[in-house]
């Protein structure tokens, strides 16, 4: 059914029918009622600190039964939420401090540990160069820059073998 052919169907409804519709699909659909869940309740903040949380424990996991639990450092996690707020309608500036912060959580733990897996590197530029396609296309870059050329230094002081794609993609925002 096209956008067209479903407006012509919702204008002759009326508004009891289609008052059902809508009761229907949030009944029928997680999607739908997480939806409305957020347009009724945008608790953005605590969005915010959840997802944080859990792209955190990627790295950091929380103790089980005394002992620490082996970190997944799951890109994946992040994407995830990334992906649900932008369908959810959460303001860019919120998205684009999970982008960066998962960047940031995982320049932390490289710091403090040996990562030898190549496809870390390559992830977390493929997170830095979504970002910055992100804040540029929602406006917002000039906001975040100077965390994107902290995360820049970062990959310089750790010395990433993927740190000139980096740079390469700071070069091109600058002018």
Not at 117 to 142: D, P, R, T
Request: hydrophobic share 40%; aromatic share 14%; proline share 3%.
């Amino acid at each position: 059914m096209s956008k067209r052919d479903l407006k012509k169907y919702l204008s002759e409804l009326n508004k009891e029918q289609l008052e059902e519709q809508i009761i229907e699909l949030y009944e029928k659909f997680s999607p739908v009622k997480v939806y409305y869940n957020f347009v009724f309740n945008p608790k953005e903040e605590t969005l915010l600190q959840e997802c944080k949380l859990k792209i955190s424990n990627e790295y950091y996991p929380l103790k089980k039964s005394g002992r620490r639990s082996k970190p997944k450092m799951r890109r994946s996690v992040a994407q995830k939420y990334i992906k649900h707020f932008i369908l959810l309608g959460v303001d860019p500036f919120v998205i684009a401090d999970v982008m960066l912060y998962n960047i940031e959580i995982a320049q932390t733990f490289a710091l403090e540990n040996v990562i030898k897996h190549e496809l870390f590197f390559k992830s977390m530029f493929n997170s830095f160069e979504q970002a910055v396609i992100f804040l540029i296309s929602n406006g917002i870059l000039q906001e975040f820059k100077s965390r994107l050329k902290v995360i820049h230094q970062q990959t310089i002081n750790q010395k990433w073998y993927n740190e000139p794609e980096f740079n390469a993609v700071l070069e091109r925002i600058e002018y």
